[in-house]
T-cell receptor, first 113, second 117 residues
């Protein structure tokens, strides 16, 4: 079955520290993978996407993610976190079998000054 | 007005009430969606409309009734809800039905926070 797992429910980092949010997926073919961010009181916004090619993809707001097929992972990273990055982050998998986006449960990022 | 707008932002209703959530998109998109967002659960796709035709209904209870009168407006009519229906209901739109898979471009509103007493 197709699924997305985000193992970390809640992560806290200090401003200026590096960040890595984990995402693992289960899918029988080459996945289309996405990261979305949901700031407090807002809807979800697309951060970045992976379809094929270069396994390191760049997104908005200084985020990047690396696709690792051998680990079935698509982890989100940022070298230096800003207080405004505090939000909920969702990993998603595009399934052409079902024509749907399958979302993970999300990781809440808290940033301390 | 830009993007996807949802009203009301907050709604409290009793189990016997009838209310409606409204969504309007100003992006010229052809597909619109209702999602349910509950704490610690993945986003649940409820309904998909493409060119004003309902193309997906993911086993949603009949107490939720969607309506899409035109490509810019989407409603979710609510009646005899249960407390477990309390959640954030998100409306989204995309250029066309498969665009979220092709491009990831799914534009969300800010959501309607529903509390059922």
């Amino acid at each position: 079955a197709q699924s997305v797992t985000q193992p970390d429910i809640h992560i806290t980092v200090s401003e200026g520290a590096s960040l890595e949010l984990r995402c693992n997926y289960s899918y029988g073919a080459t996945p289309y993978l996405f990261w979305y961010v949901q700031s407090p009181g807002q809807g979800l916004q697309l951060l970045l996407k992976y379809f094929s090619g270069d396994t390191l993809v760049q997104g908005i707001k200084g985020f990047e993610a690396e696709f690792k097929r051998s680990q079935s992972s698509f982890n989100l990273r940022k070298p230096s976190v800003h207080w405004s990055d505090a939000a909920d982050y969702f990993c998603a998998l595009g399934s052409y079998n079902t024509d749907k986006l399958i979302f993970g449960t999300g990781t809440r990022l808290q940033v301390f000054p | 007005e830009t993007g996807v707008t949802q009203t009301p932002r907050h709604l409290v209703m009793g189990m016997t009430n009838k209310k409606s959530l409204k969504c309007e998109q100003h992006l010229g998109h052809n597909a619109m969606y209702w999602y349910k967002q509950s704490a610690k659960k993945p986003l649940e796709l409820m309904f998909v409309y493409s060119l004003e035709e309902r193309v997906e209904n993911n086993s949603v209870p009949s107490r939720f009734s969607p309506e899409c009168p035109n490509s810019s407006h989407l409603f979710l009519h609510l009646h005899t809800l249960q407390p477990e229906d309390s959640a954030l209901y998100l409306c989204a739109s995309s250029q066309e039905k498969l665009a979220p898979l092709n491009t990831g471009e799914l534009f969300f509103g800010e959501g309607s926070r529903l509390t059922v007493l």
